[in-house]
């Protein structure tokens, strides 16, 4: 069985916004783990977690398939630029075997002055 491991923040984790720290009951890792034929899905996810903040970590992925990254809203939240958002993916994929990265794009964030920005990071993720 093929490995992948997602890194990410609260929308990776399952935080429940109607409950101060809950969490989904099923979380985007255990939807990948029913549907995708094949593989386990695991998670390092960390509520209010930074692409700044991991850009420059590195990953052991000796024994993982595939590494998904799904970060950026966060960063968006805290006054970052798309053009810096998109460097410090840069930054952190860089390091890593590329063959085993997939960028994940974030959910759009519904809240006045963020869409837009959230609508062009997934855009040049795309890139």
Known sequence: MKKALILGDSNTWGYDPRGY?????????????????????????????????????TYDLASIDLFCIMLGSNDLMHYYDVDQIVSFMHDLIDSIDTDKVMILCPPIIQIDGFKEESIRLNEAYKK
């Open 21 to 57: 720290f809950q969490r989904y009951d099923l979380t985007y890792k255990d939807y990948l783990n029913d549907l995708v034929a094949g593989w386990m899905f695991f998670e390092d996810s960390l509520n209010g977690r930074l692409l700044r903040d991991v850009k420059d970590e």
